[in-house]
């Protein structure tokens, strides 16, 4: 909201941006991108733009063009900074294999969608790509590339992939009806109830009969 | 889009609206409704507007709130309108207890997303439901009075609450991913497929240990 302490450059840049390195080089790189990942927060993909990112981001929108090119980039590129705290978080629990990957799933995803943190922007993204093309498009390819694909990887189970996109039905469905919704008993459930039933089910998705 | 034969006053309507009964009557009644229906369909709960729905049913405003009250009754009224043949179809599905209701409830499940007719309107109505917390709240309150609180009604298993919403994630989830994220290789799948890895887990939900 408002300049933090550190901008030497601030309050020239609210007016006409400048063109030098100080105000459009690397930092202006990274703002874009959190000035992206907001707006596409706030507004949804189809709402958000480009010129709306430039502004927050109080760079010329033909810098957001330069760095990440069309709107479809820009959005890849602001989810793949919200997914990565998650995706960093991911490693492990695909590390193990498929023994008891069921319950590391289901306990790594409760724990992103429990922590508000991490919760908002997966928010945002979900509702974006449950209600764009384009959104669905990107998400599709960041959970299939990043995910699944490891999952699925695994030669000795047949049917992986579908069975993959099994198990992340039952961690989706959950994650909406608890979260978004607000089903209740589930909104309220304690967690560890949850694991208790989803990881069962989720692993026999994986690797059951 | 165009006037149908049978209007006698249709062209009157068109001007300012008439206040007689062949107008504003039981016809109109419905008329609201099919209107308020594609509305919030078109543009979500949020866009959707009380003046938008008389606009398209050739009606006052003050009628539609003469007939359902505030905008999130006539999206309740819209709801159960869409929801109706579906639910009409659940009885069957419910009616034979617990034994196999897996596997009624994802062929249920499937047989309704499957078809373009009953698709949109639940997609419409699921879209508005993750996007704006008083259609959260209107699906919420639809979905367990409907359904939910029959299978949760079985007094012999402990949690049925729990697991009726957890067996709902399942298909909910199936439900996003095929139809709407349209994630590989789970959109392409043949039905039988699905049904084949789903109702089993769907089953277990509902009456496994």
Redesign the interface.
Same mark, same amino acid.
């Given at each position: 909201m408002t300049d933090g302490p550190a901008g030497t450059g601030g309050a020239r840049r609210r007016g006409r941006p400048s063109r030098t390195d100080s105000a459009d080089g690397p930092g202006a790189r990274e703002r874009i991108l959190t000035a992206a990942r907001a707006e596409f927060a706030a507004r949804?993909y189809e709402k958000a733009s480009i010129r709306g990112i430039a502004k927050v981001a109080d760079v010329d929108p033909a810098l957001v063009h330069h760095y990440y090119g069309t709107k479809e980039q820009v959005f890849e590129a602001a989810v793949e900074m919200s997914l990565a705290p998650a995706l960093e978080a991911s490693e492990g629990v695909l590390e193990g294999g498929l023994d008891g990957a069921g319950e590391r799933l289901t306990r790594f995803v409760l724990g992103v969608w429990e922590n508000p943190v991490t919760r908002e922007p997966l928010l945002a993204i979900?509702?974006s790509?449950?209600?764009n093309d384009i959104a669905?498009a990107v998400?599709?390819k960041l959970?299939?590339r990043q995910l699944?694909r490891r999952i699925a990887a695994e030669p000795a189970v047949p049917?992986a992939? %579908?069975?993959a996109?099994?198990a *992340?039905?039952?961690?989706?469905?959950?994650v909406?009806?608890?979260y #978004?919704?607000? %089903?209740?008993?589930?909104a309220s *459930?304690a967690p560890e109830?949850?694991v208790a039933?989803?990881a069962? #089910?989720v692993q026999?998705?994986l690797t059951g009969p």
């Open positions: 949804g979900v509702r790509a449950l209600n669905a998400f599709r959970v299939t699944l049917d992939d %579908l069975r996109g099994l *992340a039905a039952q961690l989706v469905g959950t909406m009806l608890r #978004v919704i607000k %089903l209740e008993p589930l *459930a109830r949850i039933r989803v069962p #089910v026999q998705h």
